[in-house]
């Protein structure tokens, strides 16, 4: 289990975020700007939800200054949450929400079998 002194952590870079996710099994990424007024209010929800899951890393991505992560997953609008398990994309989420909102997605993306997609990508790489 990983424990985070810092949350949520500041993504500045693809380099930064490939290491984030090699090193971490559970990313939810906020894509976000200092001129939104929307991603400011939410900040404080996603910020205390990372407070409540230790066990998951949660990272800000501020679009301005990462704009080569923000353009290779084609982030257009913001506030926008990514999540990351086991290195794959499974799902993308755009707008502010409320804490039970954002609650309620985590539960999802915790609940999703992984199994399906760690068979894919192992059949993926046996016929490459």
Not at 45 to 55: C, G, K, L, R, S
Not at 66 to 76: M, S, W
Not at 98 to 126: G, K, R
């Amino acid at each position: 289990m990983h424990i985070h002194p810092t949350l949520p952590v500041s993504i500045e870079s693809q380099q930064q975020f490939n290491q984030q996710v090699a090193s971490h099994p559970f990313v939810i990424l906020l894509f976000t700007a200092t001129w939104c007024e929307p991603c400011q209010v939410f900040y404080p929800v996603f910020a205390a939800m990372a407070e409540q899951h230790p066990d998951r890393l949660f990272a800000s991505v501020d679009i301005d200054i990462a704009a080569d992560l923000a353009a290779n997953f084609q982030v257009k609008q913001v506030p926008a949450l990514m999540v990351v398990r086991d290195r794959v994309v499974i799902d993308m989420v755009t707008g502010a929400m409320h804490a039970h909102e954002l609650q309620h997605h985590l539960q999802m993306w915790q609940a999703l079998d992984m199994t399906p997609i760690h068979a894919h990508f192992e059949q993926s790489s046996a016929a490459a």
